[in-house]
């Protein structure tokens, strides 16, 4: 069973970094993607940065030059954002993404980012 666990979401200041962290459990061999996606209060769930098996990764255009994705050998998928704005401010969602034997994605819970100017 996949399971994926959020930590380190908190208020910070404009223009402050943060890093948030994902567990991700389970059978993890076959991924395609694992990443990070984000809902502001109001708004569509929408993608922030995905990362492949290879290390190829994409990143939303509003944090392309901001936010860094990681992943360790632990299958811990990291997000570290640098200056941060209230725009950001969102519960930010582990993702992963496979295709075998079928496609599934899996989510977590969920980790509360908010920035205050």
């Known amino acids: 069973q996949v399971r994926l666990v959020e930590s380190g979401g908190k208020m910070v200041q404009s223009g402050e970094s943060l890093e948030i962290s994902c567990t991700i459990s389970g059978a993890t061999r076959n991924f395609r993607f694992e990443g990070w996606y984000r809902q502001a209060p109001g708004k569509k769930r929408e993608v922030v940065a995905l990362?492949?098996?290879?290390?190829?990764k994409t990143y939303a255009d509003p944090v392309k030059d901001r936010f860094v994705i990681s992943r360790d050998t632990d299958h811990v998928v990291s997000l570290q954002m640098h200056n941060l704005q209230p725009e950001d401010t969102a519960m930010y969602y582990c993702y992963a993404h496979t295709t075998i034997p079928s496609r599934t994605e899996f989510w977590g819970r969920g980790t509360q980012v908010t920035v205050s100017s």
């Open positions: 990362i492949e098996p290879d290390g190829a």
